[in-house]
Nanobody, 124 residues
């Protein structure tokens, strides 16, 4: 039974940092890509970063490059999203997801499994 559980959100001031976690069960994250997505109420869910299976290549959308870092702990079967220099526009519900393929996709329509979101709120 594939499950993803996202956690680590919270309320932070602009310029602060958070580390989001995505704990997986029912499959091995080392072999499959995991993506992080975010959604603001009333808007579509957008991919921000992903890490590919096996070689662990990482991808970021331009708006988060240099501030977001995705990583993977194979022993804990968990993927992390380190978010630094937070901005008010980063406020959103963050989700992790997988399509159980090796290659990365930041298209939410490709994802088959989603974790429950974790809310990140950045105050100015």
């Amino acid at each position: 039974d594939v499950q993803l559980q996202a956690s680590g959100g919270g309320l932070v001031q602009a310029g602060g940092s958070l580390r989001l976690s995505c704990a997986a069960s029912g499959f091995t994250v080392r072999h499959y890509s995991i993506g992080w997505f975010r959604q603001v109420p009333g808007k579509e869910r957008l991919g921000v970063s992903c890490i590919s299976g096996d070689d662990g290549s990482t991808y970021y959308v331009d708006s988060v490059k240099g501030r977001f870092t995705i990583s993977r702990d194979n022993a804990k079967n968990t993927v992390y999203l380190q978010i630094d220099t937070l901005r008010p526009e980063d406020t959103a519900v963050y989700y992790c997801a997988t399509d159980r393929r090796r290659g990365c996709s930041l298209d939410s329509s490709d994802m088959d499994y989603w974790g429950r979101g974790t809310l990140v709120t950045v105050s100015s």
